[in-house]
């Protein structure tokens, strides 16, 4: 959901649940953005005697179904259309679905056994061919790229995991990203990509190239990584470029990256100088985060991090209270760590520790 995020998505609902926060805010910030999306109805193998057809189409698995299962399929079908009704949002079994351009696209699934997955696939890279069709051509000399993932490789060190949506990389390209504490300089040391039938998230070899063409998943090898920040943009300073004009493109870009977090900044931080603080693991995360924060609670934000809460973070909270506004000494994380040390920290300082996000917000500001 943040600025450098793919222009179509696929969100998530399960066919027992009602929907959660997380993916109603996500809704709103598509139907703000304007950007065209599909929907996974998870779980359907969970039916009561629905017949699963493992990795099958869901259309095939769906005529071998008995009236029983049809039927509380359709009802499970009708109580979601009431639901995402209620945010403006109308929705229809895919199959079904004679208004694609104005009703959004249901797709019956299991993350269990497979069934519906092919469909889901075919519906995204409909929605792309008809909605981002220049997006979709290929132009070699314009990078897209963004980081998906930071870790710590044994051998290593800190390495990225990307998406390479456009263009090429090299291994020696001067590559630009935004990191914790500002943007972030450095040379691609190497790239990695796994074996061919292997996918980029899970453990085990890789395999060093040269270069790599879109589109592709590829891990990055290069010093300085250990404050990247899930989300950035990954720009490439072009290698033709020397003396003054490559000073002055390397001055834009860092510009560029830093953007990010500034309009952020600009947009929720308040100029009162109190709020909480909030806290996320990505770009994304923090984005929806705030917007949720701000415009729904309406709770005033001091500041916020990317990164695990620290006791400095802790630090920075309690100045809340000496500034006679306790009901704001708070920290507000999503899908972020906190060590045990600054959990004990802070029960030695008596502060408490909740769980959820989004009910300690709609708490907080009740």
């Not at 990164?307 to 920075?316: E, L, S, V």
């Not at 300082?349 to 907080?364: I, N, Q, V, W």
Request: one cysteine or more; hydrophobic letters at 40%; aromatic letters at 4%.
């Amino acid at each position: 959901l943040s600025p450098v995020c793919l222009g179509s998505l696929r969100r998530a609902a399960t066919v027992r649940e009602k929907l959660q926060p997380t993916t109603l805010q996500a809704l709103r910030m598509l139907a703000m953005k304007k950007t065209p999306f599909v929907i996974a109805m998870n779980k359907v193998d969970l039916l009561y005697g629905w017949e699963s057809v493992k990795n099958g189409s869901f259309a095939d698995g769906y005529d071998n179904q008995g009236k029983r299962q049809k039927e509380l399929l359709d009802d499970y079908l009708l109580k979601l259309q009431g639901l995402f009704g209620q945010e403006g949002i109308n929705i229809e079994l895919y199959s079904r679905n004679k208004k694609k351009k104005h009703v959004v696209s249901l797709v019956p699934t299991s993350a269990h056994t497979g069934e519906g997955i092919p469909d889901l696939l075919c519906l995204l890279a409909e929605l792309c061919q008809s909605y981002m069709t220049k997006g979709l051509q290929f132009v070699s000399d314009r990078v897209v790229c963004s980081v998906l993932e930071v870790k710590k490789e044994q051998g290593k060190g800190r390495v990225i995991d990307v998406i390479l949506a456009n263009g090429q990389l090299h291994a020696e390209d001067h590559i630009i990203l935004a990191g914790l504490n500002g943007p972030i300089q450095t040379k691609v040391k190497a790239l990695l990509l796994p074996n061919s039938d292997q996918d980029m998230r899970v453990k085990g070899e890789t395999r060093v190239v040269s270069s790599v063409c879109a589109a592709a998943g590829v891990r990055i090898q290069a010093m300085g990584l250990e404050n990247a920040l899930a989300g950035s943009q990954v720009l490439v300073v072009p290698s033709e470029l020397k003396g003054e004009e490559r000073e002055e493109v390397i001055a834009d870009m860092l510009s560029q990256v830093d953007g990010d977090l500034a309009s952020m900044t600009k947009q929720y931080v308040s100029s009162k100088g109190y709020g909480i603080i909030l806290q996320a693991n990505t770009l994304g995360a923090m984005e929806a985060l705030l917007e949720f924060v701000s415009t729904k609670c309406k709770i005033p934000i001091k500041d916020f991090r990317i990164g695990p809460i620290c006791k400095a973070d802790i630090a920075r909270a309690a100045v809340m209270i000496e500034k006679k506004k306790p009901q704001f000494s708070c920290i507000l994380g999503f899908t972020v760590s906190c060590a045990r040390d600054v959990v004990a920290y802070a029960k030695k300082k008596k502060y408490r520790l909740r769980g959820r996000s989004s009910e300690t917000a709609k708490a907080h500001r009740g």
